[in-house]
């Protein structure tokens, strides 16, 4: 696996303005270091106390995304530093995070999880209760959270079909969103979808931000 590689050729494909979210859980400091010497400064990881360890051994300048499901009580340890939280999925979240942000002085940078797929294993809003957040108002209330876009992941499936559609669903409901709920120069911006195995139809579809883990650092055992 040449890491270096994987990620300069990922970026030379991606169409500008698409950003490179690399997914570094289960693999070593080592392994994250290539990337980061390969000049990428981006990373994800999917659990709290991996990403908190992870943070403290590695250089201070990387921007660390949450990407995976995220508890309430947890919010606390990655606070501090978090670059962006993909996975937010309910307003009790929302709120908690906006405390933490108080706490650390600070404005934490969120996405909406919603939940397209047909597997019942994943997380994330219906579409109904993402319109229940935004009905309130309450959202519009937080000092230090920004609701930069929303996030989601498509079924594990082979057929392209299924996929497409999914992410095509997901890109309808942020430009619903983002013209009822926000301004033209609103924060609201990024659209976060797409792995390893479904990035391109993602891209094809409009995300502006793609998770990938495996086609960079390899299979995860
Ligand atoms: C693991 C993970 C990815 C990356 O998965 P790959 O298939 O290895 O690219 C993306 N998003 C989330 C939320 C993940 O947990």
């Not at 990387?62 to 995220?70: A, E, N």
């Not at 019942?120 to 957040?133: C, Q, V, W």
């Not at 195995?197 to 990938?212: F, H, L």
Request: charge should be neutral.
């Amino acid at each position: 696996m040449d890491i270096r590689e994987n990620i300069n050729s990922l970026k030379e494909e991606l169409p500008a303005g698409v950003k490179l979210v690399a997914i570094t859980k289960t693999k070593p400091i080592e392994d994250i270091l290539q990337a980061y010497h390969a000049g990428h400064i981006i990373f994800g990881e999917n659990k709290v106390q991996e990403l908190n360890q992870k943070q403290g051994l590695l250089p201070s300048d990387i921007q660390w995304h949450m990407v995976g499901h995220l508890q309430s009580n947890k919010v606390k340890y990655i606070a501090p530093f978090v670059h962006l939280i993909h996975s937010v999925d309910s307003m009790k979240l929302l709120q908690t995070i906006n405390r933490e942000g108080i706490k650390n002085n600070r404005v934490i940078d969120c996405l909406l999880q919603v939940y397209i797929a047909l597997e019942e294993t994943k997380f994330g809003l219906s579409e109904e209760e993402l319109y229940d957040i935004f009905k309130t108002d309450e959202f519009k209330r937080f000092t230090n959270v920004r609701i930069c876009g929303l996030m989601g992941m498509a079924t594990f499936t082979e057929d392209e079909n299924v996929v497409r559609k999914e992410f095509r669903t997901l890109k309808g409901l942020f430009n619903k969103l983002k013209s009822s709920y926000f301004s033209e120069k609103s924060n609201f911006t990024e659209l976060s979808m797409g792995m390893s195995g479904d990035y391109k139809i993602a891209v094809e579809e409009g995300s502006t931000m793609v998770r990938i883990g495996s086609l960079i650092f390899g299979e995860r055992y």
